[in-house]
């Protein structure tokens, strides 16, 4: 016999239906998210297993692998963190940190400060050297705020998405074991898309995210720590102050012992694994040139419309361009206006650069002929309607 129990009574929902989505077409040429593979998205799309099905656990050591690969490094602690970059950001800081360790960081730019204030919140004793929004570092200016500061770890930004700058990293690493200090680098847009060499520049902690260079949907934050690093995690005195982005619990579940930490987000797993699997096919350094021979290609471009790059060449980002707006031109309204009638996007500028520069992305699946191409015409017969 079956009772039917009186089910308690709900409020109605009070808003109009709401329809099934649909998403507009959108051609992503911002800063990130960068539109995504059909390939990924189509691994995503599958129906998720249980996240200690022996197929995922598989499926793990073969993402672990192939982001080995993309960072050039042997580092056994490499893993996506299930979190944006954001989230692999504050892992390296919330491991490596203790209260009132020196480190330094490299602001010339958006995500530097970020570091500064994500490094305070952790109680370290934090340092910035500071260059013009547009501009990197020498060595020599790092050399100098090593000496001065004597951080347990310096902090830069490889490829700084607000201003379009890569940072030079010869030798940085070199000179951080030389002052005995861990190297951080933010590789949140240059993964994929710029020569990148964890081992061989000597980069102790580094973090990156799946949006960009890897043409996955924003969730994931791919992460990745030496046994210098580790030495210096394996030496705290108290716990790691955040559970969720602590490598050591972390790692025996994506170590060999698989044990149960948290439910991963399987099915963006799915996709980190095919997104880093095209990488692969396609070779790395294949997927370097491609970026540089299409931004120059924007680079030129842009120049022979009569527009100014924000950044000199030897300094540029092949993933990130910025364009100065010329004066007297809205340059949200024209950003506004691109997105709404040809559903392209492009970014505007951030914090100093704030209404002063177009930000213009061409990041892994999205850098390509065509949509350089796209992109200029847009230039081309779109801007002069917003000049006086
Ligand atoms: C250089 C850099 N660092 C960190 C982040 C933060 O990543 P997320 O927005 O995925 O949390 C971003 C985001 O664009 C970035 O460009």
């Not at 969730?219 to 602590?246: H, Q, S």
Request: net charge neutral.
């Amino acid at each position: 016999m079956t009772t039917t129990q009186a089910l308690p009574p709900v409020q109605q929902f009070q808003g109009e239906p709401v329809p099934p989505i649909s998403v507009p077409e959108r051609l992503l040429l911002g800063p990130g998210p960068s539109n995504s593979h059909p390939s990924v998205l189509q691994a995503i799309s599958l129906q998720p297993v249980g996240h200690l099905d022996p197929f995922y656990v598989d499926l793990m050591g073969e993402v672990q692998s192939l982001l080995r690969y993309v960072w050039q490094t042997s580092n056994r602690l490499t893993l996506p963190m299930s979190g944006t970059g954001s989230a692999a950001m504050e892992a390296t800081i919330a491991n490596i940190v203790e209260p009132g360790d020196s480190f330094l960081v490299g602001v010339n730019g958006y995500f530097g400060n970020r570091l500064v204030d994500m490094a305070s919140r952790y109680k370290a004793d934090v340092h910035t050297i500071k260059a013009s929004w547009g501009e990197a570092f020498t060595l020599q200016e790092i050399e100098s705020a090593l000496i001065k500061h004597k951080p347990k770890i310096l902090a830069l930004v490889h490829a700084e998405t607000s201003t379009g700058v890569c940072q030079p990293m010869d030798e940085i690493g070199s000179l951080c074991r030389k002052h005995d200090c861990l190297l951080l680098l933010d590789t949140v847009t240059s993964l994929g898309g710029v020569p990148l060499l964890i081992d061989e520049w000597k980069v102790d902690l580094a973090y990156s995210c799946s949006q960009k260079g890897l043409s996955c949907p924003p969730g994931l934050g791919p992460f990745t720590m030496n046994k210098r690093a580790e030495d210096k995690l394996n030496k705290r005195i108290g716990k790691v102050p955040n559970w969720y982005l602590d490598v050591s619990l972390l790692n025996q579940y994506w170590g060999s012992d698989r044990i149960y930490h948290h439910t991963a987000p399987v099915n963006m797993n799915f996709g980190m694994r095919e997104a880093l699997r095209l990488i692969a096919e396609e070779g790395l350094s294949n997927s370097w040139q491609r970026h540089r021979n299409n931004a120059e290609l924007l680079w030129k471009g842009l120049e022979n419309l009569g527009l100014e790059l924000h950044v000199k060449s030897e300094l540029r980002l092949p993933t990130l361009t910025t364009v100065k707006i010329p004066e007297g031109i809205d340059g949200k309204a024209f950003s506004l206006h691109l997105l709404n009638n040809y559903g392209v996007e492009i970014g505007g500028g951030l914090g100093d650069l704030a209404g002063k520069v177009w930000r213009i992305g061409l990041m892994g699946y999205n850098s390509n002929k065509e949509n350089v191409n796209k992109v200029l015409d847009l230039f081309d017969s779109e801007l002069k309607k917003f000049k006086n």
